[in-house]
Structures are given as C-alpha cells and as structure tokens.
C-alpha cells in the first residue's frame, strides 16, 4: 500500500487544521493506519492511530485534542486537529500496519510528511 499525507501548513496558535493520508494499492480499512509526528530535534512520536475494527488509539498528547476518522469511499484516513499550540509543530506522517498502531518500529508502510507548523 502507498500513502500520502497531505494538509499541512501554517496555523496560528488555537487554530485547527485536517490532515489526509490517502492510501492506493489497498484499501484503509485493511490496516491499522496511524499518525505519527516529529518535530524539530525529536523523536518520532505516534500521535493517533485508528486499526482495522475501528477503535482508536490515543496518545497523551492528542487526547481531547485531535480526532481520527476514516472515509472508505475515498479511501483516506483523517487527522482533525484543533486547539493547536508551538508544541505541535512537526513533520506529520500517516503510516499503516496490520499489527501495530502507536508504535513506529511496527509500521510497514510510511507516507512522506506534511508539515504543519503553529505560529502567529
């Protein structure tokens, strides 16, 4: 399966902002598709991640936050972002397994980033 994730720009601080990872060659609901971040002089983060049957994981950072959704017919996976802070400022990338979720070690396949920077 071949992702893209898209949506990324420039946001100011409280603002919110979508993302899309786009699959082709499988279909989303196959897999566990997740959201995975890394900002600047970090570590690779999982942020959400939505599996196969259709619950989600959260991480800390997420939670209250950030909501992940999945729409077959376009065979895209959402991350809706809101309540957003210099904290979120990161390459955001959509990664799919039929395993893990949260765990980037466990991804088999990775969208290149987006990057989505939150600044006034």
């Known amino acids: 399966v071949q992702l893209q994730a898209s949506g990324g720009g420039l946001v100011q601080p409280g603002g919110s902002l979508r993302l899309s990872c786009t699959a082709s060659g499988g279909s989303v609901n196959w897999w566990n598709i997740g959201w995975f971040r890394q900002a600047p002089g970090k570590e690779r983060e999982g942020v959400l991640c939505?599996?196969?049957?259709?619950?989600?994981s959260y991480a800390d950072s997420a939670k209250g936050r950030f909501t992940i959704s999945r729409d077959n017919a376009k065979n895209t996976v959402y991350l809706q972002m809101s309540s957003l802070n210099s904290e979120d400022t990161a390459v955001y990338y959509c990664?799919?397994?039929?395993?893990?979720?949260?765990?980037?070690?466990?991804?088999?396949?990775w969208g290149k980033g987006t990057l989505v920077t939150v600044s006034s």
């Open positions: 990664a799919a397994s039929l395993s893990s979720c949260l765990e980037d070690y466990g991804m088999h396949y």
């Open positions: 939505l599996n196969s049957a259709g619950s989600t």
